[in-house]
Nanobody, 115 residues
Framework: VQLQASGGGLVQAGGSLRLSCAAS????????MGWFRQAPGKEREFVSS????????NYADSVKGRFTISRDNGKNTVYLQMNSLKPEDTAVYYC?????????WGQGTLVTVSS
């Protein structure tokens, strides 16, 4: 299984980025997908997820109303649209694929938000 995250970069506060995570080696449509992030010196934290069956989405309180997760099962890709970015959103963002009891992680993409 491979999860290839991309789309990170440097952006000013208030700006936007869209992260993508392309999955291979698994049946994408039967896996819930998620985004997590890890800031320097902090533990990895949940950002958002989207279920495989009904497309139900969940968000951390810190990103509600600013981030939107979506998936394209035809392209085996999950997206994270990030708007109104804040310096505290700076982190390495990881995508996650889950079909319990199995879970896989991508390599991460760095998002840096300057003030």
């Amino acid at each position: 299984v491979q999860l290839q995250a991309s789309g990170g970069g440097l952006v000013q506060a208030g700006g936007s980025l869209r992260l993508s995570c392309a999955a291979s080696g698994l049946t994408f449509s039967t896996h819930s997908m998620g985004w997590f992030r890890q800031a320097p010196g902090k533990e990895r934290e949940f950002v958002s997820s989207i279920s495989w069956r009904s497309g139900i989405t969940n968000y951390a309180d810190s990103v509600k109303g600013r981030f939107t997760i979506s998936r394209d099962n035809g392209k085996n890709t999950v997206y994270l649209q990030m708007n109104s970015l804040k310096p505290e959103d700076t982190a390495v963002y990881y995508c996650n694929a889950k079909n319990l009891p199995y879970a896989w992680w991508g390599q991460g993409t760095l998002v840096t938000v300057s003030s």
